[in-house]
């Protein structure tokens, strides 16, 4: 079955960076865009970062452009993202998401928590 394990969350001070991955298995790792997306408290869950099958950033939100960077490594079937230049606005569960198959399922790691704090 599709599995998808974030790790690299943590606390970390205001300018502070940290790197998330996703390690992913239970499908075709390197036919499928993957996403990170995040929830802040009593907020939405909002999309941070999506990249292509191939490595190609599809699109990021405004507010961590030049400060987050979304990568992956189709060989150790592993997504990731580099989180620099951190602020309190960041602090929330981070998780790493795939859609698979013609209607576009939606999965869903179990998400690790980022706090941003002095």
């Known amino acids: 079955q599709v599995q998808l394990v974030e790790s690299g969350g943590g606390l970390v001070q205001p300018g502070g960076s940290l790197r998330l991955s996703c390690a992913a298995s239970?499908?075709?790792?390197?036919?499928?865009?993957m996403a990170w997306y995040r929830q802040a408290p009593q907020k939405e869950r909002e999309l941070v970062a999506r990249i292509s099958s191939s490595g190609v950033v599809i699109n990021s939100a405004d507010s961590v452009k030049g400060r987050f960077t979304i990568s992956r490594n189709n060989a150790q079937n592993t997504v990731y993202l580099q989180m620099n230049s951190l602020t309190p606005e960041d602090t929330a569960v981070y998780y790493c998401?795939?859609?698979?198959?013609?209607?576009?399922?939606?999965?869903w790691g179990q998400g690790t928590q980022v706090t941003v704090s002095s």
């Open positions: 998401n795939t859609r698979i198959g013609l209607r576009r399922k939606d999965y």
């Open positions: 239970g499908f075709a790792f390197r036919d499928n865009a």
